[in-house]
């Protein structure tokens, strides 16, 4: 069946520094492919998706690009800030989707 | 405001009494969703359904019951819950992506359920 990898957590960083959040996947066909967000007591929200293979999602100063060729889809953003801190989930699919198991961004002042 | 209610967004029973998680959404999509959390396993899908009176397994569906009579309303059951159930629930729903066809989620602010 579709799976998700992510890196495990938690990332922790200094405020400012650059994020990576790696996400590879496992599916038939052609997926589409999303970053969902959790803030501390919260459901998940949509970040960014993309609909097909070298799409850019982006939002917030977060992106990431939809490579058909390394099955990827990692989460970068140039320069992360204290209300950055959250969980990151990486999905895959269309009507149904698979979520990885969440990376816990952790960032200080 | 569009949005996802869950309730209750915290309970605490024992095994064995029966429960219901409601979830209602006001955004007339069809597709709804619920999922469990569980520290190190992402989350899961216990049910979904494409649309009222239609309803479909997920990865984990043990244990739980769904319906769909309503368009707007997708309520969990645990018939007899186990501690083993014991985790965070998210109900969700959504409208397809006009282009893509994919579904893009809205989740509800999660059910936090303990079973002794």
């Known amino acids: 069946g579709d799976s998700v990898t992510q890196m495990e957590g938690p990332v922790t960083l200094s405020e400012e520094a650059f994020l990576t959040i790696n996400c590879t996947y496992t599916?038939?066909?052609?997926?589409?492919l999303f970053w969902y967000v959790q803030y501390p007591g919260e459901g998940l929200q949509l970040l960014l998706k993309?609909?097909?293979?070298?799409d850019k999602g982006s939002n917030k100063g977060f992106e990431a690009t939809y490579r058909k060729e390394t099955t990827s889809f990692h989460l970068e953003k140039g320069s992360v800030q204290v209300s950055d801190s959250a969980v990151y989930f990486c999905?895959?699919?269309?009507?149904?989707?698979?979520f990885g198991s969440g990376t816990r961004l952790q960032v200080q002042p | 405001e569009a949005q996802v209610t869950q309730n209750p967004r915290y309970l605490i029973t024992v095994t064995g009494k029966k429960l219901t998680v409601t979830c209602s959404q006001n955004?007339?999509?069809?597709?709804m969703s619920w999922y469990r959390q569980d520290p190190g396993l992402g989350l899961r899908q216990i049910y979904y359904?494409?649309?009222?009176?239609?309803?479909d397994k997920g990865d984990v569906p043990e244990g739980y019951k769904v319906s769909r009579k309503e368009k707007r309303n997708f309520p969990l059951i645990l018939e007899s819950p186990s501690p083993n159930q014991t985790s965070l629930y998210f109900c969700?729903?959504?409208?397809?992506?006009?282009?893509?066809?994919?579904?893009?989620?809205?989740f509800g602010a999660g059910s936090r359920l303990t079973v002794l």
């Open positions: 999905a895959s699919g269309r009507r149904a989707l698979t």
């Open positions: 599916a038939t066909g052609y997926p589409s």
């Open positions: 993309a609909t097909k293979a070298d």
């Open positions: 955004m007339n999509h069809e597709y």
């Open positions: 359904s494409m649309n009222v009176e239609v309803t």
């Open positions: 969700a729903s959504s409208d397809s992506d006009r282009l893509s066809g994919a579904n893009v989620l809205t």
